[in-house]
């Protein structure tokens, strides 16, 4: 969606729909849905096909379906369900996201991102409407009970409407810190923070994917109840959706904070047993009891403190005394984490509540990031940066620019035609009675005027004289452009011989 207008007159018609920017609008808003909608039906589809099931609770499957990947509570029979898989949601809000940040650009104004943030929350809340209406008509078919209305919409508006705010603040991060005057302290800290969470994320995959090399007997011992190749699919398929989930709870476990399962959990200084879902991506938690090498795995998010503080050090004016930029990225890389942990629990049946403790985590993730950053930063300090080095803030936008310069969805979207409007270049402003008013208008020519040609060649011997000669207009190639006035000037040297021969022939 272009701006060609200023702020001031976008907003003054904030009513006004072009069917440009409808038509971006309904991508927005139906594009990433209609996709999850559709590969959900797919599914659905697939596994009752598989199952030998009828089709009679197909649509309640659906409409569950949605609402499960929007982490919405459900309740089947009288059994709750509130632990779902990450993957898809983290895919569907991608998408979204994906389109609100192509629909805008650095310049939109107030009025074209309010219509993007109404059209990324208009379509899903239509399809979780149309979904709730069909779970309470599934109710009398399945043994599925209505969800709870209002928790419906507050997970649908609460994650799309993040979705769509990281999305717009990606593409106008410029704007947007230059909007807020944040200092360059909370600009370093924001960008460290993702790098922290980024780094810690990669570890605990990497320990997930060993500790499933190391119990591969157990993940062999899961598919054993598959059954059939449908089966082995569907388990497969199970797995992969969960195991953003499991690698979050590593990110707890790393951290020593530990993972609960029910009434089993996991630390890096003890394992309780207990019973865990019997999925292949479950066969990564080790049954115990804790190995004294274990404690080893703390120095990983230690080091993944101590880099962010080195990044702190290169990217701001921290100081020993005043590391502000260094606690901002803890403090930042924190929230997220918790965010995600509280998306990746939840209540699984008779397991009880799977996930992590959060206070606890919360508290252990940023003594762990603060205090390992603080000896990042002083690293930074005596052997990296000197003191007092302070990166200038527009090295902070390098990014920006780069992407402001080379995206390629700008340079799709853009059109030259736009620019090259006829409005722009109006019949009335290369009029040729303008251009004739300016050549002529003593104003532009007078005596003490800049413009006085006479009297700026007086003194010199080799002046030309030029004589304009105006000519039709011609075809140019710029597409919807109307061309200006073009002007020939006929050079002519004047031979005073000449002149004086013929004087004297008159």
């Known amino acids: 969606m272009r701006s060609d207008h200023s702020p001031e007159i976008e907003d003054a018609g904030f009513l006004s729909l072009t069917p440009e920017r409808a038509r971006v609008l309904l991508l927005v808003a139906a594009r990433p849905a209609t996709f999850a909608l559709s590969a959900i039906v797919v599914l659905v589809l697939v596994t009752l096909f598989a199952a030998g099931s009828g089709m009679d609770g197909a649509a309640g499957a659906v409409a569950a379906s949605w609402l499960a990947v929007h982490q919405v509570p459900l ?42 943030f109404g059209a990324a929350l208009g379509g899903p809340l239509l399809l979780t409407a149309v979904c709730l209406a069909v779970a309470e008509d599934a109710s009398a078919v399945v043994a599925l009970q209505p969800p709870d209305t209002l928790a419906a919409f507050g997970w649908v508006v609460f994650l799309h409407l993040g979705a769509a705010g990281v999305g717009i603040a990606l593409r106008m991060r410029r704007r947007m810190f230059d909007l807020l005057r944040a200092p360059e302290w909370v600009i370093a800290g924001i960008y460290g923070a993702g790098s922290t969470v980024l780094r810690l994320f990669g570890c605990a995959a990497a320990v997930t994917v060993v500790s499933f090399f190391a119990h591969w007997g157990d993940i062999g011992d899961t598919y054993r109840s598959a059954g059939n190749a449908w089966g082995f699919i569907g388990l497969t398929l199970l797995s992969l959706a969960y195991l953003p989930n499991v690698v979050l709870g590593a990110v707890g476990v790393l951290l020593g904070a530990g993972a609960n399962f029910g009434a089993a959990s996991i630390g890096l200084f003890g394992v309780v047993g207990g019973p865990v879902p019997a999925v292949p991506v479950m066969a990564a938690v080790p049954t115990g009891p804790a190995s004294a090498w274990w404690a ?40 997220l984490l918790v965010l995600f942990g509280a998306l990746a629990g939840g209540e699984l049946g008779t397991f009880g509540r799977v996930g992590l403790e959060l206070p606890v985590f919360a508290l252990v993730c940023f003594g762990w990031l603060a205090c390992a950053g603080y000896v990042g930063l002083v690293c930074a300090r005596y052997f990296i940066a000197p003191v007092g080095a302070t990166l200038p803030a527009s090295d902070y936008y390098d990014d920006y620019d780069e992407d402001y310069d080379t995206d390629a969805d700008y340079d799709d979207d853009y059109d030259s ?79 005073p011989d000449f002149d004086a021969r013929a004087d004297r022939r008159r």
């Open 75 to 116: 309740v089947i029979g009288k059994t709750t369900l509130g632990l779902f898989p990450l993957l898809p949601t983290a895919l569907l809000l991608g998408a979204a996201g994906r389109e609100c940040y192509r629909a805008v650009t650095p310049n939109s104004s107030r009025t074209e991102i309010g219509w993007v």
């Open 296 to 335: 080893a795995l703390l120095l990983i998010p230690a080091a993944a403190g101590v880099l962010g503080g080195i990044d702190a050090g290169r990217t701001s004016g921290d100081r020993l005394t005043a590391p502000w930029a260094t606690l901002t990225s803890a403090g930042a890389a924190t929230l």
């Open 417 to 495: 035609d736009d620019y090259h409007d006829d409005d722009y270049h109006d019949d009335d402003y290369h009029d040729d009675d303008y251009h004739d008013d300016y050549r002529e208008d003593d104003d532009y020519y007078d005596d003490d005027g800049y413009y006085d040609h006479d009297s700026y060649y007086d003194d010199d011997p080799d002046a030309l004289d030029a004589e304009l000669v105006d000519d039709p207009p011609k075809l140019t190639t710029a597409p919807r452009q109307t061309p200006p006035d073009i002007v020939d000037a006929e050079v002519v040297e004047t031979d």
